[in-house]
T-cell receptor, first 113, second 111 residues
Framework: EAQVTQNPRYLITVTGKKLTVTCSQN?????MSWYRQDPGLGLRQIYY???????DKGDVPEGYKVSRKEKRNFPLILESPSPNQTSLYFC????????????FGDGTRLSIL | KQEVTQIPAALSVPEGENLVLNCSFT??????LQWFRQDPGKGLTSLLL?????REQTSGRLNASLDKSSGRSTLYIAASQPGDSATYLC??????????FGQGTRLTINP
């Protein structure tokens, strides 16, 4: 089954404790991206990747890192999480870019205390 | 900077009605526009994608139109059903890099 898998689905942690949210897709997609969704602000793009070893900032990259060492995986890293990063996070992928139909994961709800 | 707006933020209608959801964008230089559905606790599901050269796109009871020059798109849902209850989001693409999303319309269909 074609899917985008995020882990964990839920996480409560404390300020400053490094965490990684994993994202994996099994569709051989070149394009992957991360979004955060906040009430009243909608989905905002954090980072995107056009292919292996090619990543770039979206609209709200501050406080986040990503890597794309393999085509299927695109982890989101919060090296020193802060309460303002409490949010619902989505990973998405598509064949070649943001202009194509996107496949979304089920989301990761992060709470930073 | 592209901005996407969806009005109303929430809509409640009785089952069986035809309804229209609205999406507007500030920069008409778009590549395409996508409509998504989001169910509680789930990710987004792509419903329709309209290329900038197209006027409309249909899938079953859904019809999306695009007026690029005026910066507007509508999603028409015919004969609404309780299962259509969800949040509907539109997003515009100005290239391969990213999508810019609206804040969504939360739709409730009452039996």
């Amino acid at each position: 089954e074609a899917q985008v898998t995020q882990n964990p689905r839920y996480l409560i942690t404390v300020t400053g404790k490094k965490l990684t949210v994993t994202c994996s897709q099994n569709m051989n997609h070149e394009y992957m991206s991360w979004y955060r969704q906040d009430p009243g602000l909608g989905l905002r793009q954090i980072y995107y990747s056009m292919n292996v070893e090619v990543t770039d900032k979206g609209d709200v990259p501050e406080g986040y890192k990503v890597s794309r060492k393999e085509k299927r995986n695109f982890p989101l890293i919060l090296e020193s999480p802060s309460p303002n990063q409490t949010s619902l996070y989505f990973c998405a992928s598509s064949l070649y870019g943001g202009h194509q139909p996107q496949h979304f994961g089920d989301g990761t709800r992060l709470s930073i205390l | 900077k592209q901005e996407v707006t969806q009005i109303p933020a929430a809509l409640s209608v009785p089952e069986g009605e035809n309804l229209v959801l609205n999406c507007s964008f500030t920069d008409s230089a778009i590549y395409n526009l996508q409509w998504f559905r989001q169910d509680p606790g789930k990710g987004l599901t792509s419903l329709l994608l309209i290329q900038s050269s197209q006027r409309e796109q249909t899938s079953g009871r859904l019809n999306a139109s695009l007026d690029k020059s005026s910066g507007r798109s509508t999603l028409y849902i015919a004969a609404s059903q309780p299962g259509d209850s969800a949040t509907y989001l539109c997003a515009v693409s100005q290239g391969a890099q990213k999508l810019v999303f609206g804040q969504g319309t939360r739709l409730t269909i009452n039996p």
